[in-house]
């Protein structure tokens, strides 16, 4: 796929197009905070002018508020400007488009909000809403990133102090007067941390008592979050993420199977039988997603480059036609787009996991004529956004990173009833409000269906009416917990390995409840698949019930799609097949099986010249010859059938498809009908489902 990538990059000139950045930052930053800190009282950052004996108190004080205050700094760039992200009822999804963060390496433990996603099911009609996690950063609102770090220092500054002992050793005696009050300002180029703690210092024979513990941090967090807003805000109106990657699914398909089906082409190929996986489909897209989300540039920041290309002024032209002369504040910071293979949300509209072009069918015409592509994308995925700031803690450098999701539908940007410039605020619920959970206590119980042992770290969340609250991890199986309170409510459960289930919860006003659950393990089980032939004699085609293995130049794609029981997820397993013994992944349950049986073998029809009688005349004509020399459709299966929790305890699943058995027809006597036997799958299926139904041993 990457070389095939390189060679379409050097060939077609509108693959990429530079991002535009329309707009000057001045039109997104917050007036009323900028006049608010106009002007930094000198007060603020002015340390107490203390005796040269305490100096030391003075320096060990103002370096732990230092430490503090840029372990919190990191944080808060780390997880898009949260320090507790649970705490805000902000968390990854089953998979990157559920939620409302993106988990940014499994096991990582670090999840990234999303500052621009649907907020509706991937699946919504009409009224879709679009969302944001973004904090606010100024205080006066709920989770501010200014009264997040005020939090943190707070908790944290005692830490760091370790009971004074270092200072101690050295002769000092602290007596604490008062609790430690922070206050944190950020201002035009940097931000303050005002520590108001009154100690009562003592030195030999000498007393001083001290309060104001002022701190500057060198981050221009100001400039920082307002090239975030402007980044954020220009994908929620001008939609560049999704108008680039439609870009990049228009140059990278086209009529092979090797690149991705094209949205709209049509051809005249005789005899010519086009198909695509969508499991293949949708590795490609992953794969060019990762290869060029990082080359968008947003011009003006730091590491700008505007692309060159000798000799080539019309490709320049395309790559570079609408980058504007940015606002200067902004030439300081780095900007980086990165996709990390996070699986995206896709449909397709294909029969099943095969995609092939609407004209395909079995008769005779259509193997000599128009063959029309039409193929309509839906594709959401994450985006993470990193903005550096390299002059940060005096040249260390300072990272801030959020997530913006894309959002394809119909092979154009989906539709928003976002208005970018109304989010000014977290929109916290008001069920994640502390003060909101006086229900009694829930005392949740969860076990594994197979073993009835507990099951560890379950993300547990709980709905009311639209709105939506997490509620915490389940440890060791059990959560206790106040809950709001809510007639008609809905508990959740999310653990990775394990179907998501849900079920209703009513709540009551001081009212304890037990919640017993038990989720359904997914079960990596070991398969093999096994072909029985259709074959063909002078009376037709006959079903012959012997299971023979794939042969050398045989594979098959699976696909199981499971049928939810009630409160459950859905749920859908894939794999490939080329011999031996494969791995699935599956729970128990009703599934649709969904198998396609290829082989690499070239297939010829040979020419044939027939004779018809028309009105009592003799008319000949002649069926040229077919040849299929790339991977043919030779069988599968499409079958529901039940495993149960015992079969999930077996050692080996044997899957039986239809191979409808063209290649064992000597050549000479193959005919363009036998073709026609491709088609009929899913009615051999049918017939035999008893003689085709899995086994477990």
Known sequence: MNKRMNKKSQITLFIIIGIVMLTSVGTYIYFRASIRRAEIMPELVAAEEVPRAFNPIQVFIESCVSKVGKDGMELLGSQGGYINIERAGIGPGITPTEGNAVAFSRGSGLNVPYWFYLESDNKCIGNCVFSTQKPELYKGRLLSIEGQLEEYVNANLKECFNEFKVLKTRGYIIEELGDINTKVSVTEEEVVVLVEYPIKARALDAVLELERFPVVIQVNLKDIYELAMLITNLEAEYRYLEKDALNLITGFSGKDMEKLAPMSDVGLEFGNRLYWRRGAIIDNLKGMLSAYIP??????????????????????????????????????????????????????????????????????????????????????????????????????????????????????????????????????????????????????????????????????????????????????????????????????????????????????????????????????????????????????????????????????????????????????????????????????????????????????????????????IEQCYTIEELKFNETFPNGGLKLNHTFTADDLKSDMITFYVVNTYITGIPEANRVVEDLEQIEKVEEYSTAHANRLKPTVE
């Open 295 to 616: 080359l968008l540039q947003v011009e003006g920041t730091r590491n700008y480059r505007p692309l060159s290309f000798p000799g080539e002024s019309l490709k320049e032209s395309l790559y570079n036609q609408q980058m504007l002369i940015p606002n200067s504040e902004l030439y300081n910071l780095d900007v980086y787009f990165t996709y990390l293979g996070w699986e995206p949300w896709f449909d397709l509209n294909c029969r099943g996991e095969i995609c092939q072009p609407e004209s395909i069918s079995s008769s005779i015409i259509t193997l000599m004529g128009l063959q029309r592509y039409n193929f309509v994308y839906d594709l959401s995925f994450p985006v993470m956004v990193e903005i550096h700031d390299p002059d940060a803690f005096k040249g260390l450098g300072y990272d801030f990173r959020f997530m913006l999701e894309a959002n394809i539908r119909n092979n154009e940007p989906m539709p928003e009833v976002f208005s970018p410039l109304q989010v000014i605020e977290p929109q916290v619920s008001l069920l994640c409000d502390l003060e909101k959970r006086n229900s009694g206590y829930m005392d949740i119980d969860i076990t594994d269906m197979m073993t009835a042992e507990p099951v560890d770290d379950v993300r547990v969340s709980f709905s009311c009416a639209e709105e939506s609250c997490f509620m915490g991890i389940a440890e060791g199986g059990s959560l206790v917990e106040r809950f709001p309170v809510c007639l008609g409510g809905i508990v959740s459960f999310l653990k990775e390995g394990y179907l998501g289930y849900s079920q209703f919860l009513n709540t009551k006003l001081d009212e304890k409840a037990e919640v017993k659950v038990t989720l359904k393990p997914l079960v990596e089980k070991q398969f093999m698949i096994k072909k029985k032939r259709v074959v063909k004699n002078p009376e037709g085609w006959v079903f012959i019930d012997t299971p023979f293995t794939l042969g050398r130049k045989e594979s098959a794609f699976i696909s199981l799609v499971r049928k939810p029981g009630p409160g459950e997820d859905a749920y859908q397993a894939a794999a490939e097949y080329s011999g031996g013994v494969g791995e699935i992944t599956l729970a128990d349950g009703d599934y649709e099986i969904d198998i396609q049986l290829y082989t690499n073998e070239t297939i010829i029809i040979p020419e044939e010249e027939r004779c018809e009688e028309v009105a009592f």
